[in-house]
């Protein structure tokens, strides 16, 4: 079947194509009247139906059209646009058309599927959307995708082992890298460590080999001691401010001789890495196996750095390589990278904030972080405190306690302190070791075996968590008071040494990184990944990954393979040289914009500025969701293919052959949710009512007011407006601002009498089926039951509504 | 001799009823035992704090025959401990209520002898009427 005629409309030669999918559409869609209707429409040239239009045959068709009757665009009626988007897009560029004047007609999904009990509806309905598909295309640019330059540059911030990994692996595969670490020294807290489980691997000699590797890697560039300062730019342009902190030393001469240590005389001095157990002098190296091995100065205990500049100064008269400049200044250092990787790490929980245990008062009781250095300092016999016969580990500190507002598990806590008993106990058979636990978690491959281990060995594992702990002011040991569960009885039981397994929590690093980087927390307090289950190591910014524990609490092996994986991942965007950005992007009608800085803080990628008065878009940096269009009261923000004017015409071409007495209802889907919430719908054929038509739009803020009041004017007697909820939504704020432009029409709608219910919204996710069709139909019956809206009132809708939309400043 | 516990319906019932009256989520407790490790009357009582949540979570409803919840002084020291942010001084008041509203006063104050009423504190008197009759 085929009408060909000439085109009255002089830009366009549409074609349209409709598709039988094999009779899962023509089965209940009568596709030759579709087709005949097509041809009907303004710019038409050309329609046809197809069996398959996806198959080679539907595609060159296609093709051969393009060339033959000079095709400027194409709508298929088809299947989602999700399905077969990708494929016809892809067609139209083999037949030398932008891939993006290409629009598909949703027939199978939203018609045919859902409606198959009513073909004549079905029918109806597959015109409506085939018409104001018709009517978008007829307005589509020929746009192309952009491609911007990516070079092969990384900052990874953070020099624990999981920085090290992504350090390496991008050094190894060829990649610049910048390594930023906080610290005088990289290694972070797996340095501190004893042993790692479950295989007691000695924790310095498995990392300091990886350290050293840092340090040789001729694509590494390592700046220890310094912090970030500011980040700037996008994916491929981001410029970095980095601030060298003064060590008052020049890691070039110095050649951590010790001469100095020796002849400095504040030799009391908190030791950062011994947890305070031990001190060292005011110029110092941070420990034995450091990277960079150098010395520094503590500015704040330095007798020359805090009493003016006069005294002492023995160190530098004893340096035989003149390496101290006690004029060392903060250095500025700004570099430009393609791509980020964060991997801050942790905290461990202040135990002195659960003052049940006496952290910090009572000598006996420490954390488990000081007991790791206690038995590094006992293995290499040098022993720094005396622990005694019986020592009991209190699990879950800072952990799944709502009382002191954590309640995630922290993972390796469970795991750590069997580690601690067991070095306790093979090194001292004679200790007594207790373990209070709430749920014992052994998780990882071999942990279980570790467990049982420790058991073997005779730790006891008791099942309850400990309520508080007492000093005897005597002797200075703990009373534990618990409930062992299992038994019901209570245990009062005095112990030589308390061991606190506190908990990881967010450090207090990465809470500055956050802010400068613009990336999201998760609700623990941890950094958010872009999609819990397929972008774990993506964050909310592109180009920008996550690794270690900044995302959450995780042990060795996960940290590491984590690290890899960002690794791979930055890998991925830079390996090309290019990338491509899709032309989803807003855009700004220069002719209206008066530059009154609306839409600066709308956009949450910060990509709109005032340029000349102007407003001006970073495509690099826009997302394309459209929340900046209901931001302008002039109109002049604009999104490429979901332009104001196309959606104008869509929407009343879907309204247009609506009947006295008829109700519509209009349903704006966001792309990532609602729309392929729609596509189950349709294929588990759930029936909803007929009497609405879907608009697929990137996002739920791109449903401006004006356009929702148009809508209303034109003849909708309901809106629905679905978008994702916010933890699986690419734009997290999105759901904000269409609640907000809901609420602004609502209020008009009262206004003018108008039923405000008949406006409504409501965020998705992807599964709820049976959620989708009741919005619908309720919306429908609330139609049903107050009627059309009269015609004199949908007239009002259409005069200037700046002044409620704005305020008066704007009207 | 060890008990058996049978599940029904009615077990069910009790605990959705005692969720109603505390107005709490008792199937939230972990059974952690912070609560009973810090309780100051535990030594007299027949079984702990935590083991009364568990029966109530199991909706058994011979935790209402036990001293625990009557012996309960309402310091609070488990609700401001529990890792869950659990009241289980409500959970105590709701098991008290449920045995006081099956009519039974365990104390009559019109039989109190006068020396008595004369020198018993008037806060004595309050809780008491209010914990032990129906």
Known sequence: MMNEKESSHQDNRIGVYVCHCGGNISDVVDVKRLAEFAGRQEGVVLSKDNTHMCSDVGQQLIIDDIAEHHLDKVVIAACSPQFQGETFMTTLATGGLSPYVVEMANVREQCAWPHFDSPEKATEKAEQLIRATIAKVRLSEPLERKTMPIGKRVLVIGAGIAGIQAALDLGDSGFEVYLVEKNPSIGGHMAQLSRTFPTEDCSACILSPKMADVRTNPNVHLSTYSEIKAVEGYLGNFKVTVEKKPRYVDIDKCIACGICEEKCPVKNVPDQFEEGLTTHTAIYTPFDFAVPNKNLIDPEACLRLTRGGKVCGLCAKSCPEDAIDFNDQPEKVEFTVDTIIVATGFDIFDASEKKVYGYGKFDNVITALEMERVIVHATEGNPIRDLGKRIGFIQCVGSRDEQVNREYCSRVCCMYATKLASLLKHSGPQRDLYIFYTDLRAFGKGYEEYYKRAQNMGVKFIRGRVAEAIENSDSKKVTLKVEDTLSRQIIEAEFDTVVLSVGMGLSKSSEKIVEILRIARSQDGFLKEAHPKFKPVDTNREGVFLAGTAQGPKDIPDTVAQASAASARAIRLMNQGEYAIEPIVAFVHKELCNGCELCVPACPQNAISISSNKAQVNEALCLGCGSCISSCPRGAHDLHLYTNSQLLEQIQAALEDKKENEIRILLFADDTCTYRLADSVGTAKMPYTTESIIIRVPSGSRVTPALMLHALKFGADGIFIGDCEERSSPFPHSGRVMKENVEKVKAILQQENIEPERVRSRQFVTVMLGGFVNSINELADFAQAAGSIPQEKREKLGKNKNKELFGEKYD | ?134
Not at chain 2, 12 to 35: A, Y
Not at chain 2, 69 to 82: D, K, N, P
Request: charged letters at 25%; a neutral charge; hydrophobic letters at 40%.
């Open chain 2, 1 to 134: 001799m060890t008990e058996k516990v049978v599940i029904s319906d009615k077990n069910l019932e009790f605990l959705e009823k005692i969720e109603r009256l505390s107005g709490e989520v008792i199937t939230r407790c972990d059974q952690c035992g912070t609560c009973s490790g810090g309780c100051p009357m535990i030594a007299e009582m027949d079984i702990t704090p935590s083991q009364m949540m568990h029966m109530v979570q199991l909706g058994h409803p011979a935790v209402l025959d036990s001293k625990a919840m009557w012996l309960c002084a309402s310091c609070f020291m488990c609700t401001v401990r529990c890792p869950r942010g659990l009241d289980l001084s409500k959970v105590a008041e709701s098991l008290r209520q449920m045995k006081l509203r099956q009519g039974i006063d365990y104390i009559d104050i019109g039989k109190l002898p006068e020396h008595e009423l004369r020198n018993l504190p008037q806060i004595a008197l309050v809780s008491g009427m209010r914990k032990f009759t129906g």
